[in-house]
């Protein structure tokens, strides 16, 4: 029965627990939710004006159109690229976040941050096309803020984004200016997404649709600068070998669980905690103070700093039910609302952090980027007390954990690569392609759903791709999938790499220092660190002189859910991906709107939606595309 709902061991192992005790989880609640509302589930449900809501009869016996007139090509695109400006929004508003502690550290207003890593930040400038010479690193800080910053400032349409017109090909550029989505402006294309699908506006699906596209493209832009500026801030990953799953979770510690996105809070958390270890101690934790990460928070502080992640996002709720974690710390973004009631049935502490994301039931700590040291010393000091009110009695901790190698970030892909041509870093990845060792590239990312048995079209897909040779790189709660059964190993590329692939990744990890090969999935960071699959792509393209759009490169979100993943997934359209979804988007509604998305984007972008719930057929699929791009190229 619970296999059906998790592959996850560890969450198998809990969900009898947590119902012994009452707790009802993710899974309870999405069986009391069936039937589901198959208006919605098709996006003909319009909740737009107080005339409704209305719904279109997708049999054809009933209404036909909305009150007002909007027929369900109409509603389906609204609906849907409004979850594309709720997807832009969150990423960008995270990179804003990042964007203004950055120009605060160049002015010095904030001791808890410094540039922790000096030489991103010039190749930042560099890549923006900002002066460095003879400047020193806050005035190099000051600029790289304020180019980034404009992004959400400018109000010339035909000025693309500063971060945009730095990091795709030329032709991808002259492409998407030709279709008039190139955004201007995060804040001003969200806001029209917002002003265009209000009632009696933007009838057009098609035109509605490219709205959305640019909206994408405005979420691209904030995940490029949310990943690059963090680096600046925080460092830029490099691998190192950690944990992943509930078993990282330490007995005879005092546990601190960093959920949510943004690394502004959790960076501070981590430093705060080493340096507050001690306390820990004496109140009778002999391991000290342990954090583990769940969400992309716990990518962020993975790739970074090794710190192991407990859980992806359908098992956060389990966390707490091990009845160890002492406080559980969380910012923006896949936090379940009923972490607070589930805390409440323990000792743990759930404690809201921003000021815009609060929880009923939770403790609040209002974080700020001037008080951070002071904001994160009052979390770890409420965790080490909670740690006190812990009942051992009810302590479960599943016995799995798995090794994951992650933090393959661009510089130290191409670092690795370096050791085998240090002139020519890119060559041996490009003429591993060529001649087939590799037959292409897969980028798995978005979340987990309940439609889908946790992580369970993930690690399907991935086995099938691998061992017909393709590359893969992970983010987000796919690479938290992958970490958590053990196919972030050395090992698993022993065990289910083709046999090309196999031998690529060996001699890559060998001549990298790593005693072997390099895992079978490359963790390259959370949600918004998709960009830096994009920048790996866009070199090996301008390398070959070719767009996106031709190389085999494709991508997947086999468990998607979030508006978050709408947002990705289409601006990987529009970047020329073919993008695979393995959960049913809620478009099919329209004819029109789907034959867009999943046809007429081929003619248009060169990138499509493929959707497939079947993760072994999908994964043919994406063999198939592989190779058709493969031939398209002549290789
Ligand atoms: O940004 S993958 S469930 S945690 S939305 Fe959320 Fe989806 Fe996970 Fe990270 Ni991304
Ligand atoms: Fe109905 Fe039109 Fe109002 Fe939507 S906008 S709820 S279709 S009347």
Not at 34 to 61: A, E, H, M, T
């Amino acid at each position: 029965m619970t296999m059906k709902l998790t592959t996850d061991p560890s969450a198998a192992t809990l969900l009898p627990i947590a119902k012994k005790e009452g707790i009802s989880t993710v899974w309870d609640r999405h069986r009391a939710m069936q039937p589901q509302c198959g208006f919605g589930q098709l996006g003909v449900c319009c909740r737009i004006c107080w005339k409704g809501p209305c719904r279109i009869d997708p049999f054809g016996d009933g209404p036909q159109r909305g009150i007002c007139g909007a027929d369900a090509d109409t509603i389906v695109a609204r609906n849907v690229i409004r979850m594309i400006a709720a997807g832009a929004a969150g990423h960008s508003e995270h990179g804003r976040h990042v964007a203004l502690a950055l120009q605060g550290v160049a002015e010095g207003r904030l001791p808890a941050y410094q540039i922790r890593d000096e030489a991103k930040l010039r190749a930042v400038a560099a890549k923006l096309d900002i002066c460095t010479e003879g400047q020193d690193i806050a005035a190099i800080a000051a600029a790289v803020a304020k180019a980034t910053l404009e992004d959400f400032q400018n109000q010339d349409h035909d000025a693309p984004c500063n971060w945009i017109e730095a990091t795709l090909t030329k032709k991808r550029l002259e492409r998407l200016q030709a279709l008039h989505v190139l955004p201007h402006n995060i804040d001003a294309v969200i806001t029209q997404i917002m002003g265009r699908t209000l009632v009696g506006c933007d009838a057009d699906p098609v035109n509605l649709i490219l709205g959305g596209i640019k909206g994408a493209l405005a979420d691209f832009d904030g995940m490029c600068l949310a990943t690059e500026l963090s680096d600046a801030l925080f460092g830029t990953p490099s691998p190192v070998i950690t944990a992943a799953n509930l078993g990282v979770i330490k007995p005879d510690a005092v546990n601190i669980a960093v959920h949510g996105h943004n690394p502004l809070l959790s960076e501070v958390v981590c430093e705060v905690a080493g340096q507050m270890d001690e306390e820990a101690r004496k109140a009778g934790a002999k391991d000290g103070i342990n954090i583990v990460g769940i969400c992309c928070t716990g990518n962020e502080v993975m790739v970074r700093h090794g710190i192991p992640l407990a859980a992806n996002y359908l098992s956060q709720e389990l966390a707490l039910v091990t009845g160890a974690v002492d406080a559980m710390v969380v910012d923006v973004q896949c936090i379940m609302p009923s972490v607070s009631e589930i805390g409440a049935c323990f000792h743990t502490a759930v404690i809201t952090t921003m000021a815009e994301n609060k929880i009923p039931g939770a403790t609040h700590v209002d974080f700020k980027e001037e008080t951070a040291l002071e904001n994160a010393r009052r979390i770890v000091a409420t965790a080490i007390e909670a740690y006190k009110r812990r009942d051992p009695r009810r302590v479960n901790i599943p016995d799995f954990k798995q090794t994951a190698i992650v933090g393959f970030g661009v510089e130290s892909v191409v670092g690795a690569l370096a050791t085998l041509n240090a002139e020519d870093p890119l060559q041996p990845l490009i003429e591993n392609i060529a001649n087939g060792n590799i037959r292409g590239i897969a980028l798995f990312a978005g979340c987990n759903s309940t439609q889908v048995a946790q992580d369970s079209s993930f690690v399907t897909m991935a086995k099938k791709l691998a061992a017909n040779n393709v590359l893969m790189l992970a983010t987000g709660c796919g690479a938290g999938s992958f970490a958590k059964h053990g196919l972030m190993t050395q090992e698993a590329t022993l065990e289910y790499a083709g046999d090309s692939l196999k031998a690529v990744l060996t001699a890559i990890g060998t001549s990298a220092g790593l005693n072997g090969p390099l895992p079978l999935v490359l963790h390259m960071g959370s949600c918004v660190d998709n960009s830096r699959a994009v920048q790996v792509a866009v070199a090996v393209a301008d390398k070959l002189g070719v767009d996106l759009d031709q190389l085999p490169l494709v991508a997947s979100a086999p468990e998607a859910m979030s508006e978050k993943a709408v947002a990705i997934g289409t601006w990987s359209v529009a970047l020329g991906i073919p993008t695979h979804l393995g959960t049913m988007p809620q478009v099919t509604g329209s004819a029109k709107v789907t034959e867009l998305l999943t046809q007429t984007a081929k003619d248009l972008l060169g990138g499509y939606f493929l959707v497939e719930l079947d993760p072994a057929l999908a994964a043919d699929k994406l063999l198939e595309v592989i190779e058709e791009r493969r031939k398209g190229l002549g290789i």
